[in-house]
């Protein structure tokens, strides 16, 4: 991180210290920063007190990672030509078409949610055939803790 962050000084990118514009501090920095997280991480079975409400859905971000990770983008695109036929609904273009470029970026967020749902559907069980495991659709854990019980 220190070497980063000294990189990142001593070679400015266009608007500064922008890690985003320096591809190697930003490398270090990040490579840093993981090493800590991972150095620092506790070891738990369930998440702790409040927390466990949370358990079923990080317990499926994290057997899904790859398949989030590669399939938001399509789900993203794949929302503008579903949402794209609201212009078409008589009386909103051109009297409300302010109203509705505003709520495109909302609209869009919520609708990428249940197409990631149906790739993580689709598509997930491959992270568990390649990680030799039984394919599962949705892993939220919920039997690895009826068993522990």
């Known amino acids: 991180m220190a070497f980063g962050l000294w990189w ?16 190697l501090a930003q490398a270090f920095w990040s490579f840093g920063f993981c090493v800590l997280l ?14 466990a409400r ?11 990672a790859v398949t989030i990770y590669l399939w938001h983008e399509m789900a993203l695109v794949a929302s503008i030509p579903l949402l794209d036929p609201l212009w078409k609904i008589p009386g909103v273009w051109p009297d409300h ?3 509705l470029t505003s709520l495109y970026p ?7 949610w249940p197409l ?3 790739f ?6 491959a992270e568990d055939v390649a990680a030799k495991r039984r394919p599962r659709l949705w ?9 522990r019980e």
């Open 97 to 99: 078409a302010d109203l």
């Open 8 to 23: 990142a000084a001593t070679h400015p990118g266009h608007d500064g210290m922008d890690l985003g514009d320096i591809p």
């Open 116 to 118: 990631l749902a149906l």
């Open 106 to 112: 909302p609209l869009m967020f919520l609708l990428v």
């Open 139 to 147: 892993p939220t854990g919920a039997g690895k803790r009826a068993r």
């Open 38 to 51: 991972l150095r620092i991480s506790p070891q738990w079975d369930s998440l702790p007190g409040r927390l």
């Open 54 to 64: 949370y358990d079923k859905i990080v317990t499926l971000s994290n057997s899904r």
């Open 120 to 125: 993580i559907v689709a598509v997930g069980w």
